[in-house]
């Protein structure tokens, strides 16, 4: 059963913009934190972005000013607006829900060429 489906990656050049949308399954309730993480080869996973029910956000210092996160809660959608992309964006990122448990995306790649 699929709980969370992620949309948006792809290859885009440096400077350029994208749009990662998750949308989750109405299986998940009493949702309060919804974010993104990424990961690339060898690292850890780590916090890109995350916003509270009532609308609170978090991002990483490198994202700041260039990554805009927000939700719509009818709809358990969460969604990343990444502008000024740079290369060290690469990455596969993952939506992240927790409300009546964690879940995880399945992943969707963001490459960022120079």
């Known amino acids: 059963q699929v709980q969370l489906v992620e949309s948006g990656g792809g290859l885009v050049q440096a400077g350029g913009s994208l749009r990662l949308s998750c949308a989750a399954s109405?299986?998940?309730?009493?949702?309060?934190?919804m974010g993104w993480y990424r990961q690339t080869p060898g690292k850890q996973r780590e916090l890109v972005a995350e916003?509270?029910?009532?609308?609170?956000?978090n991002y990483a210092d490198s994202v700041k000013g260039r990554f805009t996160i927000s939700r719509d809660n009818a709809k358990n959608t969460v969604y990343l607006q990444m502008n000024s992309l740079k290369p060290e964006d690469t990455a596969v990122y993952y939506c992240?829900?927790?409300?009546?448990?964690?879940?995880w995306g399945q992943g969707t790649q963001v490459t960022v060429s120079s």
């Open positions: 109405r299986s998940i309730f009493s949702i309060d934190f």
């Open positions: 916003i509270t029910d009532r609308g609170r956000t």
């Open positions: 992240y829900v927790h409300g009546n448990g964690a879940y």
